[in-house]
């Protein structure tokens, strides 16, 4: 394969705190690289009412299904102390916000594995955001544990900012990770007609990858397991491939 001309710019679009953590780690082990932040999703928070039980344990498969509970938290609801968790990232938050969590360190199938194993009592509550992949109570309440959902927050649309326009009308190289599918779809979406720059495409799990299609891409990887260390890694790896970016940092 003919290398490019330029070194590769990185693209996050993940929502603004979580891009700046992903640019930081990058940065800190690779300084040279270019990373441009524009989020193409903004959290919403919902504020529905939740089913009047007493619930067992929380699952959390999302950060921000962390954070979220952790503001429920906050105003009095009641909640149970115990959460599982799909990763440590997940985890990290919701143990911030005072929930005894346990990682399943996984994707969302590893997560329903853990839960089944621990034979958790009484019903369960999965607080999650309007869009997700699978679904996880209607599965967990079919295998003999009752589960229930609460959407508590929507990743609304953001457009693309003028800074990543330009890149991507540009013609050089764009390496893009994606955390879920539905950032792949956005970001199909929101691609200017003009756009010409090779997409360098690395995505979380190949439920992600499936959706990468959509964007054509030159090039792409998939992380070993779905999380942010081995996103950084494989980030790292498809970066030191080009040959105008020094590798010495790796």
Known sequence: MARQS???????????????RFAQALQ???????????????TEWLHPPLPSLAFGA?????????????????????????????????????????FEAISADGDVHALAALIRATHPQGPLLHIRGEDVAGTLAETLTNSGIETHSAILYAQRPCPLSPAA?????????????LFSPRSAQILAQALPPEAKAPLWIVAISQAAATAAPALTPARLAVALHPDGGNMLQTVLQMLSADA??????L
Do not use: K, W, Y
């Open 165 to 177: 326009l330009t890149l991507l009308q540009g013609e050089g190289p764009v390496l893009v990770p």
């Open 28 to 42: 800190a082990r690779l300084p040279s690289v270019q990373v441009i932040v524009s989020p193409l999703m903004q």
């Open 244 to 249: 105008n970016l020094e590798s010495g940092h």
């Open 6 to 20: 330029r070194a590769p710019v990185v693209l996050l679009t993940r929502p603004a705190p979580q891009s700046q």
């Open 58 to 98: 929380l699952i959390l498969t999302s950060e921000t299904g962390a954070e979220a509970a952790g503001r429920l938290r906050a105003t009095g609801s009641p909640l149970p102390a115990t959460a599982f968790c799909v990763g440590p990232r997940t985890t990290d938050t919701a143990c911030a916000a005072g």
